[in-house]
């Protein structure tokens, strides 16, 4: 209950981002890129990580039709809260969402008061700015490359990456 989007930035650097970045930046290295570009493209891939995952923990929330979905409720079981989580702990001044995420044994009507909480509060939204400046920071980042055919693929795959509903 005391983590930090920093916690939660350190943990996604170490899972998602870390894996995408590798993968393009071998992806770039073993096609023949110098040295420069593949360290670019793993950049790319960072950040690129990082907003996937954002975007991720947000549908898990928002995705299906009662905006519950089981790897939200399970992850949120756990004790392991994303970032829509974090934000909204952030605004539970009155300590409600935090005597809730507390309760040992949580129940559909409990799962249900989170995320709406999590929502009321603003959680969504902030996560949505958050993945936004990450996917602006890649599509920056690909405005570098040099004009090939893969930058234009990318940039369409970035998109959609902002824009997908599941």
């Known amino acids: 209950l005391n983590t930090s989007y920093k916690k939660y930035l350190k943990v996604i650097s170490g899972k998602t981002a870390a894996l995408i970045s590798l993968a393009c930046y071998i992806w ?5 890129s110098d040295e420069k570009t593949s360290k670019l493209l793993g950049k790319i891939g960072y950040y690129l990580g990082v907003a996937f995952q954002i975007k991720d ?3 898990d929330i928002t995705e299906d039709d009662k905006g519950l979905k089981k790897t939200s409720q399970i992850d949120i079981l756990n004790g392991y809260y994303t970032i829509p989580v974090i934000f909204a702990l952030q605004k539970d001044e009155a300590g409600v969402l935090k005597d809730l995420l507390k309760k040992e044994e949580k129940t559909k009507e409990d799962v249900d008061l989170i995320f709406n909480f999590i929502k009321e509060h603003k959680g969504i939204e902030k996560s949505e700015a958050i993945a936004t400046r990450h996917t602006n920071k890649v599509l920056n980042l690909i405005s570098q490359l040099d004009n090939i055919e893969e930058k234009a693929i990318l940039e369409k795959l ?7 509903k599941n």
């Open 57 to 59: 923990d947000i549908l």
């Open 28 to 32: 770039a290295y073993e096609s023949g």
């Open 158 to 164: 970035v998109e959609n990456l902002l824009y997908r």
